[in-house]
Nanobody, 115 residues
Framework: QVQLVESGGGLVQPGGSLGLSCTAS????????MGWYRQGPGEQRELVAR???????NYGDSVKGRFTISRDNAKNTVILQMTSLKPEDTAVYYC?????????WGQGTQVTVSS
């Protein structure tokens, strides 16, 4: 059974940093692009960052220059390093594995940026 488990969320002050991790099981990890998405209260889910099978990356405009996505295929893990956090980064962050029309989602982890 496919499972994606996020960890690392929590409360952080504006300007702070936080790292999120997502570990996948039940898939051939290297075949999937991996993405981070987020959804704030009353908002649509938006792309935060995505990393392809071969390491290509793209980022949502609101996080460019502040967040970095990486993957470790040996550990079936994708990482989101977040710096210079802003209150508007507050959201539930979801990990996704994507392969053509297939997608799998984690349960989400809450990130709250507040002083």
């Amino acid at each position: 059974q496919v499972q994606l488990v996020e960890s690392g969320g929590g409360l952080v002050q504006p300007g702070g940093s936080l790292g999120l991790s997502c570990t996948a099981s039940g898939i051939i990890f290297s075949n999937y692009a991996m993405g981070w998405y987020r959804q704030g209260p009353g908002e649509q889910r938006e792309l935060v960052a995505r990393i392809g099978r071969y390491g290509s990356t793209n980022y949502g405009d609101s996080v460019k220059g502040r967040f970095t996505i990486s993957r470790d295929n040996a550990k079936n893990t994708v990482i989101l390093q977040m710096t210079s956090l802003k209150p508007e980064d507050t959201a539930v962050y979801y990990c996704a594995a994507e392969w053509s029309t297939r997608s799998y989602w984690g349960q989400g982890t809450q990130v709250t940026v507040s002083s």
